[in-house]
């Protein structure tokens, strides 16, 4: 199965500031997904991310506070803009290799903002 | 859009006895339903899917059922051991393309 790279692992951040989030996949892939969980719950979908064409949102996330790139089929990211202490939380990117196919994921960025 | 119900209280079990987890659908019945493994500080790992018209499924120590009459999966670790501890959480696909609805997931604390 693929193996998924996240980068950072973690970070402290200010707010008002942005960070961005690599996710690296060792084998092409055409669904990538970007989930948010905090601490204790379960995973809440941000986008799914498929390489030609724009991300796909979920209700509740729009394209000015969480930009995603999909430049191939191997790598995506995902910013956090103009962070708020509410975007505190665990962000992690996963694959599929086909429809309706199982998902891997990454072990996740840890996102602090003071 | 569904609805995915798991015990959110966590299951504390004896080593070598079996822990049976249970993940409620509210809405349609979805065509398959997977389980994954998810440990502190890492990400979920796939375990087992099973689709409608699939009984049951089974994997080593591991066995789900599937109750479309119920709306209802039942998830198994049979022989438990303490390096099974973990939250075991339950998704249905939103989409014809496999997007997923996780449910909040069970703790499982075996202890020897």
């Known amino acids: 199965s693929a193996v998924i790279s996240q980068k950072p692992s973690r970070d402290i951040c200010q707010r008002g500031t942005s960070l961005t989030i690599q996710c690296q996949v060792d084998s092409q892939v055409t669904m990538m997904f970007w989930y948010r969980q905090q601490p204790g719950q379960s995973l809440t979908l941000i986008a799914t991310?498929?390489?030609?064409?724009?991300?796909?949102?979920e209700s509740g996330f729009v394209i000015d506070k969480f930009p995603i790139s999909r430049p191939n089929l191997t790598f995506s990211t995902l910013t956090v803009s103009n962070m708020s202490p509410e975007d505190s939380s665990i962000y992690l990117c996963?694959?599929?290799?086909?429809?309706?196919?199982?998902?891997?994921f990454g072990d996740g960025t840890r996102l602090s903002i003071l | 859009s569904q609805k995915i119900e798991q015990n959110s209280e966590a299951l504390n079990i004896q080593e070598g006895k079996t822990a049976t987890l249970t993940c409620n659908y509210t809405n349609y019945s979805p065509a398959y339903l997977q389980w994954y493994r998810q440990d502190p500080g890492r990400g979920p790992v796939f375990l087992l899917l099973?689709?409608?018209?699939?009984k049951e499924k089974r994997k080593e120590r591991l066995k789900v059922t599937f109750d479309t009459t119920l709306k209802q999966s039942l998830f198994h670790i049979t022989a438990s051991q303490p390096a099974d501890s973990a939250t075991y959480l339950c998704?249905?696909?939103?989409?014809?393309?496999?997007?997923?609805?996780f449910g909040a997931g069970t703790q499982v604390v075996v202890t020897p």
């Open positions: 991310a498929n390489q030609g064409s724009e991300a796909t949102y």
């Open positions: 996963s694959v599929s290799e086909g429809v309706n196919q199982p998902q891997h």
């Open positions: 099973i689709r409608e018209n699939e």
């Open positions: 998704a249905s696909p939103e989409d014809s393309w496999g997007k997923l609805q």
